[in-house]
């Protein structure tokens, strides 16, 4: 991970983020969004607008959401396929297409 996310990591947010974004059940829902085509990170866009509305105006961790998942989605053995996908839901526009 980028040493600037890194640092991200230890504020608060970034703890939050964090523990909201892990978790296997979390993974499952990457890997299905993985094996229908679309970005991982659309699994966590209804419960980020939920539980953190605030970060929808915060670049920095928005791209904290996408580092942490990816680096989630690389821990499983999942190789970025170096596409990007639409994303619904308002909080990310894009993200990072992942192999099966």
């Not at 970034?14 to 990170?41: A, D, H, N």
């Not at 990816?70 to 192999?99: C, N, P, Y």
């Amino acid at each position: 991970m980028h040493p600037r996310f890194e640092q991200f990591r230890h504020t608060e947010l970034g703890k939050r983020l964090e523990y909201l974004l892990s978790g296997q059940e979390k993974y499952i829902e990457y890997r299905l969004c993985t094996r229908l085509g679309i970005p991982p990170v659309a699994a966590i866009v209804h419960d980020l607008l939920k539980l953190l509305p605030e970060i929808s105006s915060n670049d920095t961790a928005k791209q904290f959401c996408g580092a942490v998942v990816a680096e989630i989605m690389r821990e499983h053995g999942h190789t970025d396929l170096g596409k990007r996908g639409r994303v619904s839901g308002g909080l990310f526009q894009t993200g990072t297409l992942w192999s099966i």
